[in-house]
């Protein structure tokens, strides 16, 4: 039932008898509807996982995030995102703006930014911390895990970030993301500095005088 008949319904019976009053009433009513459907859409118009272009930017204010990322990505790649990683941004913001600096708690809230993604995180008690992320590489998302637009970090500490599209390899460990032998893989290292390869020179991996030991 439309709006506006529901509240024609609710007019007592000494006065639903009455044509001009119902006439009244119709074209009182009768924006009722529109306006009705337009409050109920603006909840999903604004709503992280369904706005788009417009909405999000404004999402992004009171989030307190930019489109538009404060370096050059690699390879001449916008700096302005794509609706889909921007959207991933403002999840990793509202993530962020609710940590409460627990390593577990993170861990659970990973789910709601990047659920086909598995987060790995180790604390190597030297105020230093690993963090792997498990799914389909996409140069620019691991560029933003690498900036920290992504996974929080507590200050003063440093963060190793990996990004592999298989499970990494890890001793002794079966679990989402790490695997023993036969079953995971080296990590693709996304340190601040290039890791050194012989006759590579790529992202992640450079020759002599621009690679470093990782």
């Known amino acids: ?9 609710l007019v007592t019976p000494e006065h639903a008898d009455k044509p001009k009053y119902m006439a009244m009433l119709r074209n009182t009513f009768k924006y009722t509807d529109d306006i009705f459907a337009l ?3 603006l909840d999903d118009k604004f709503d992280v996982d ?3 272009g417009a909405q999000l930017d404004v999402v992004s204010e009171f989030v307190g995030v930019n489109r538009q990322v404060a370096y050059d990505p690699y390879a001449g790649v916008s700096s302005i995102l794509n609706d889909h990683l921007f959207r991933t941004i403002l999840k990793a913001k509202i993530c962020q703006n609710m940590w409460q600096g627990d390593i577990d708690e993170l861990a659970d809230k990973w789910a709601d930014v990047l659920p086909e993604y ?6 190597n008690m030297d105020m230093t911390m690993d963090v792997y992320m498990v799914g389909p590489t996409e140069p620019l998302l691991t560029e933003l ?3 920290g637009y992504i996974v929080p970090k507590p200050g003063g ?3 190793n970030y990996y990004a592999s599209e298989q499970a990494l390899f890890a001793y002794d460990v079966d679990v989402p993301g790490l695997r023993g032998y036969d079953l995971g893989y080296w990590s693709k290292d996304i340190t601040e500095y290039p890791a050194f390869s012989y006759e590579k020179d790529e992202l992640h991996n450079r020759g002599y005088d621009q690679g470093y030991w990782i």
């Open 145 to 147: 895990l690498q900036k």
């Open 39 to 41: 409050a109920v859409d």
């Open 50 to 52: 369904q706005a788009e």
């Open 118 to 123: 598995v987060l790995g995180i180790k604390d």
């Open 157 to 159: 500490v440093r963060v």
């Open 1 to 9: 039932m439309e709006l506006r008949e529901h509240y024609l319904a």
